[in-house]
């Protein structure tokens, strides 16, 4: 099983801000990477897929990069809307699909 | 617009079993893969299962593995979880979520979740 492992698990920043999160593979998915977002009382929602493409509908200030074991997200500047839990995962390797723990983005 | 519309969960004791159901519409279901993924209360996502397009591929977590059951009627547009000898540690809101592609892969719609809560 591949894991994941996200960090921070909590960023502090302030509207208009950058963040930078991070998302780290114990061995390589190449870029079969996604993000996701969740703010508190819904389901979650894709952002990023194949490492930095993004979902449908998903703002140019949310970009993805990286590959192999390495991964980013940044947000390259924060609304009032984008503080959430953001989870990585894994579709390199299946069964199992496998999330990291989350980072919760925080004013 | 897709959506996914979950039915089944409620309380129920250690041991028992409960059948979840997915109903979907807004897209043809049996062009994608489907799955199901939980998440306990203030807790982390965790994937449960999934299955490609035909259901000629299934997964499952280790944590459920042997215990549940994942189906679906392409006929219905209907995705299920049929969940055997539950225990306290499967208490968790239980998503359908549907795939970007036929196989397994990512997850790129939601339901709003079901609440299975096991307890004596």
């Known amino acids: 099983e591949i894991v994941m492992t996200q960090s921070p698990a909590t960023l502090s920043v302030s509207p208009g801000e950058r963040a930078t999160l991070s998302c780290r593979a114990s061995?390589?998915?190449?870029?079969?990477l996604a993000w996701y977002q969740q703010k508190p009382g819904q389901a979650p929602r894709l952002l990023i897929y194949?490492?930095?493409t993004r979902a449908t509908g998903i703002p140019a200030r949310f970009s993805g990069s990286g590959s192999g074991t390495e991964f980013t997200l940044t947000i390259s500047s924060l609304q009032s809307e984008d503080f959430a839990i953001y989870y990585c995962?894994?579709?390199?390797?299946?069964?199992?699909?496998?999330f990291g723990g989350g980072t919760k983005v925080e004013i | 617009e897709v959506a996914l519309v979950e039915s089944g969960g409620g309380l129920v004791q250690p041991g028992r079993s409960l059948r979840l159901s997915c109903a979907a519409s807004?897209?043809?279901?049996?062009?994608?893969?489907m799955h199901w993924v939980r998440q306990a209360p203030g807790r982390g996502l965790e994937w449960v299962s999934g299955?490609?397009?035909?259901?000629?591929?299934?997964g499952y977590a280790d944590s459920v593995k042997g215990r549940f059951a994942i189906s679906r009627d392409n006929a219905r547009n209907s995705l299920y979880l049929q969940m055997d000898s539950l225990r306290i540690e499967d208490t968790a809101l239980y998503y359908c979520?549907?795939?970007?592609?036929?196989?397994?892969?990512?997850?790129?719609?939601w339901g709003q979740g079901t609440l299975v809560a096991v307890s004596s």
């Open positions: 979520v549907k795939d970007m592609d036929q196989l397994p892969l990512f997850l790129d719609s």
């Open positions: 807004g897209f043809t279901f049996d062009d994608y893969a």
């Open positions: 299955l490609s397009w035909n259901s000629g591929r299934i």
């Open positions: 061995q390589s998915v190449n870029t079969n």
């Open positions: 194949a490492a930095f």
């Open positions: 995962q894994q579709y390199h390797d299946w069964p199992p699909l496998t």
